[in-house]
């Protein structure tokens, strides 16, 4: 049977009251035009909404929509696909009896209209979205909030939660969702995921090494005015120590503008890198939900009077993922060039901290020269020593970590 024969018995519930078993493994799609009226979806999302198909064919999308979701969501959902950009969220439905499943919906424009395929979420990440989303639609009906506004709250929650744009929400939510889905249905990841995903979290272990470096700078950066004030109270001896403190804050000025540079901007090596790998990443997982719902298509074939559309949704999903792909190897180049930029940019502040290397060198022979006067430069000194160390560590991680994501980057660019 499918979805088109009228006579499929809509699975047994309880009344209006809980949520619709949904197994881990499964999955549904549903084809609109583009004002959202449902033309085609197969037998998985008949099933779990209780609709017979001929009340779903040529029914608006929304005929699904739960009460819970805020306004904003689907602001946002619409927003992007109207702008033919893809789209993912948390989406909570309502069934025909008046119960509820959730989804994570991931949806893209094609030609005449657009594609969605949904699987059932299980993360952390999804519980946090739930108790966002209530505090959503309790201002939407509270303070009437309007759509526009709910979804500038939306994005100011997500962000605050850590994730620079919705761009960057969506691939951690399909990136999680997907990995966690392969633990419960036992099913290993897609080598191109993993890959992605190990780019993700070392992208995101750059960034950690980045700002405590910057930290590192900042609590060092007294060092200089330490220094000054310590070589007026010598007086005349204390002229080298003078220069010494201005070349050494010279040197940390030029440290903080490295960090700047490589951090801040949409410019910026690490945002290239970061937003670049979200992408490909957001990608892949996208075309592995297509490429699997293309193969659950065989139930619904069999059973259906006419297959042509059908048939043509299956052929679509296909070639949505073989696309899907492609363009997340076209932005393996982004990650390969930043990666290469990153490296070389780190061969200068390698040269900043061989300056500091120096500067700590004539402190020490400066000490050893004042006598019973060089106890407090030596004070200064301990504060270089174990200043640098800890930038020369955060350093050597940074190169570390870039390497895992070229030779992550090589890896996938490899596989056709």
């Known amino acids: ?27 549904f799609y549903s084809r609109t035009d583009e004002r959202g009226v449902i033309i085609e979806g197969n037998s998985v999302f008949r099933r779990i909404s209780g609709y017979m198909w001929e009340e779903l064919k040529g029914a608006p999308h929304k005929l699904v929509r739960h009460p819970d979701m805020p306004k904003g969501v689907f602001n946002l959902f619409w927003e992007r696909l109207k702008n033919r950009q893809e789209v993912s969220a948390y989406v909570k439905n309502r069934t025909k009896d008046g119960r509820f499943y959730w989804v994570l919906a991931v949806a893209w424009p094609i030609k005449d209209g657009y594609l969605s395929v949904r699987i059932k979420p299980h993360t952390p990440l999804f519980h946090e979205v739930q108790a966002l989303y209530a505090e959503l639609r309790k201002a939407e009906l509270e303070e009437n909030v309007s759509p526009a506004r709910s979804t500038e709250a939306l994005l100011e929650a997500l962000q605050a939660k850590g994730f620079e744009d919705y761009d960057a929400f969506m691939s951690a939510a399909l990136s999680l969702e997907l990995e966690e889905r392969s633990k419960r249905t036992n099913v290993p990841l897609d080598p191109r995921q993993l890959r992605f995903l190990t780019m993700s979290r070392t992208i995101a272990q750059i960034r950690d090494e980045t700002d405590e470096m910057t930290e590192i700078i900042k609590a060092i950066r007294t060092v200089p005015m330490n220094m000054r004030i310590l070589a007026s109270r010598l007086e005349n001896a204390g002229g080298p120590i003078s220069a010494i403190s201005v070349n050494y804050g010279s040197m940390l000025d030029e440290m903080a503008s490295w960090v700047r540079d490589f951090m801040d901007g949409k410019d910026s090596t690490y945002v290239r890198m970061r937003e670049t ?140």
């Open 277 to 416: 790998i979200e992408r490909g990443q957001f990608l892949v997982g996208a075309a592995i939900m297509q490429r699997e719902m293309s193969l659950l298509f065989e139930e619904d074939l069999k059973g259906a009077p006419d297959t042509t559309a059908l048939s043509e949704d299956k052929a679509t999903l296909q070639l949505e993922a073989d696309n899907f792909r492609k363009l997340a190897q076209e932005s393996l180049k982004v990650v390969e060039a930043e990666a290469t930029r990153l490296g070389r940019s780190v061969l200068d502040m390698k040269r900043y901290v061989t300056g500091l290397s120096s500067t700590r060198m004539m402190c020490k022979i400066e000490s050893a020269a004042l006598n019973g006067s060089g106890d407090s430069l030596s004070g200064i000194v301990d504060q270089l020593d174990a200043g640098q160390d800890e930038i020369e560590a955060r350093l050597a991680r940074i190169v570390e970590l870039n390497t895992i994501i070229q030779s992550n980057t090589a890896m996938l660019r490899a596989v056709t």
């Open 1 to 27: 049977m499918s979805q088109h024969d009228s006579q499929l018995v809509s699975q047994t519930r309880s009344s209006g009251v809980g949520e619709v078993p949904f197994e881990p493994g499964g999955m």
